[in-house]
């Protein structure tokens, strides 16, 4: 199976970043890990830009991470994926990424 990274860009709504990132580590990831081909997943609080606060770097193992894409947006919303208010859905990024350079290190440049 190929491996893929898919990308999540988000944002909490304002005022409600406790409740977001409640929510995402203790019910969406416990919902995501269900779906299959992820089989991990990282958060980061981003530092520069302006549009998204936060990013998750799903790990995919699968042949298609445009089928996972299309189940996750399938589950969204129901009691297989269920959403918080304070989501700021109207502003989120999906993309997956497949590797095409192995990981390098600059001691290995």
């Not at 304002?14 to 995402?24: A, K, P």
């Not at 990024?93 to 192995?102: Q, R």
């Amino acid at each position: 199976m190929a491996r893929f990274k898919m990308l999540i860009l988000s944002s909490p709504l304002d005022g409600r970043d406790d409740e977001f990132n409640t929510w995402y580590d203790n019910v969406h990831l416990p919902d995501v890990f269900r779906v299959p081909g992820v089989v991990g997943a990282e958060r980061f609080r981003m530092r520069s830009g302006d549009r998204w606060q936060y990013l998750a770097i799903y790990e995919l193992d699968c042949d298609d991470s445009a089928a996972v894409e299309a189940e996750l947006m399938k589950r969204a919303g129901t009691a297989d994926m269920t959403m918080t208010e304070a989501f700021d859905m109207s502003t989120f990024y999906m993309g997956s990424a497949e590797t095409i350079t192995p990981y390098r290190s600059a001691d290995a440049a």
